[in-house]
């Protein structure tokens, strides 16, 4: 969600704001801008979290915003610069603003695909456990993990001393 809502704040900036002339299409522009740049704010906990774990999310959100403090400052000063002398002096703020959003909703999806091969990656090692778990020879291994034994012979010993049990209890 937090992708695609960036893709389309870039887009929308791309499209819209590029092209208008009037004071009507801007209100349009600031209104459908409006509904989905907003999800930074509230998809930024989830995403952080996510990324890093519940156990340091209160310090990952507090790098988060003091790495924003920068661009949020200067942002005006930024637009002001890219601003040009005659015809359209807004256009290179408006290009690099839609193309900033672009390159962010690339960035979500990078680690949309990081987060996704991590997971897979998860579950192989969680069924091949699951699969151990069935196997008494990997079981017994994991349990003693006596260097240079084999799983075998643990078990071939663990079995003669249960039936050693057995066979001194009917004695």
């Known amino acids: 969600m937090a992708g695609l809502c960036t893709f389309l704040a870039g887009l929308f900036c791309l499209v819209i704001w590029i092209f208008a002339k009037s004071y009507g299409v801007l209100i349009f522009f600031a209104i459908v801008v409006g509904t989905v740049t907003g999800t930074f704010w509230?998809?930024?906990?989830?995403?952080?979290?996510?990324?890093?774990?519940?156990?340091?999310?209160?310090?990952?959100?507090?790098?988060?915003?003091?790495?924003?403090?920068?661009?949020?400052?200067?942002?005006?000063?930024?637009?002001?610069e890219l601003r040009t002398r005659s015809g359209d002096i807004y256009r290179h703020a408006q290009v690099f603003t839609g193309f900033m959003y672009i390159a962010a909703a690339i960035c979500m999806w990078f680690l949309r695909a990081w987060k996704i091969t991590e997971l897979e990656k998860r579950a192989r090692t969680n069924e091949q456990r699951e699969r151990g778990i069935g196997n008494d020879d990997a079981v017994l291994e994991e349990r003693h993990n006596f260097p240079g034994v084999r799983a075998s012979s643990i078990k071939s010993k663990a079995n003669a001393v249960e039936w050693l049990r057995w066979s001194w209890q009917r004695v």
Do not use: Y
């Open 42 to 80: 509230a998809t930024v906990g989830p995403v952080v979290s996510e990324v890093v774990g519940l156990q340091i999310l209160p310090s990952a959100l507090s790098i988060a915003w003091i790495i924003l403090v920068l661009p949020c400052t200067f942002a005006e000063p930024i637009g002001l």
